[in-house]
């Protein structure tokens, strides 16, 4: 599979296979809509993300895949019905909280599961070196400050090598290091062909790890697609940075001539604009001045969302 066509062309993606299938689902809390009628589908090989505030139903929707709760609607996993027992086998799931034995050591604790899941326990101890636990191996879990718990929880899901991790926010409680691992080893797990739902408020993390989005407010879902078409539908124009020797009056007055809105901060200039002007705009500088350097940021999942959410 090659990665990048998933990144770039949600058409590519569609022609994958799929691994979940969300189909009109609902759940009510004691006459609170948690989730109203939402489908997607989650292909095989893809990250995909669940992105939303507080309260969206993220949680309540990975509940209702794993089979933790009731729902109305229907889901499958890789064809098959998510109630089936079949399908949890291949799933790794690491959940909002975790809650361990206090009185396991990491490595026990890890054993714990593995038998559980049937898998290899002899492999526990390279997992907690992966995690960064190797030292912490034979202390006590109850011991372990949030971050150390969310690292074996990490390591844990990985046990009996599965085909689909559902992650619930993944780098909760860890610090920039620790994210900055978990965010490698969820790319590294893809790349050898897991497929990932995750879910997280985190904007940055999403847009860095997940090939597709979907956008979820108050139970439902507001928009899904590739970062890069969300930027797109929603008209957000990438920015152009351009830094330059001497800014004028009269080159101010050109660039505006072309696009409404130019920002200046000392010597750098900034505007939005579709890529079809970007040459235009350089050229009408180069013309005026020096251009020292230049660079062009793409919408960012932020913009997005807060366009998204206020609309
Ligand atoms: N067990 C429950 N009993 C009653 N209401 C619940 C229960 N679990 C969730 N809810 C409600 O369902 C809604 C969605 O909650 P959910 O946990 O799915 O949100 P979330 O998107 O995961 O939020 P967060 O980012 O805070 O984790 C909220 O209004 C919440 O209060
Ligand atoms: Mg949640």
Known sequence: MIKSDLKN???TIKGYATMIKVKNLRKEYDGIVAVNNISFEVKKGEIFALLGPNGAGKTTTIKAILGLINYDGEIHIDEKDAKNKDVKKFIGYLPETVSFYDNLT????????????GADKHKCMKLLGEFGLK???NRKVGEFSKGMKQRLALAQCLLGNPKLLILDEPTSGLDALGAYEIRNKIKEMNEKGVTILLCSHILSEVQELADRVAIMNKGEI?????????GKMLDIQPKLKI???KITDSLIGKIKEIVKEVKVDGNLIEVSCSPDLKLQIINEIEKETKI????????????????????
């Open 222 to 230: 507001i928009a899904m697609d590739t970062v890069k078409n969300l």
């Open 243 to 245: 830094e330059v020797e």
């Open 135 to 137: 030292d912490s191996a």
């Open 292 to 311: 020292i350097d230049f660079k062009t940021i793409e919408p960012t999942l932020e913009e997005i969302f807060i366009k998204m959410v206020r609309e």
């Open 106 to 117: 990491a490595l026990q604790t890890l054993q714990f599961f593995a038998e559980l899941k």
């Open 9 to 11: 062309d949600l058409n």
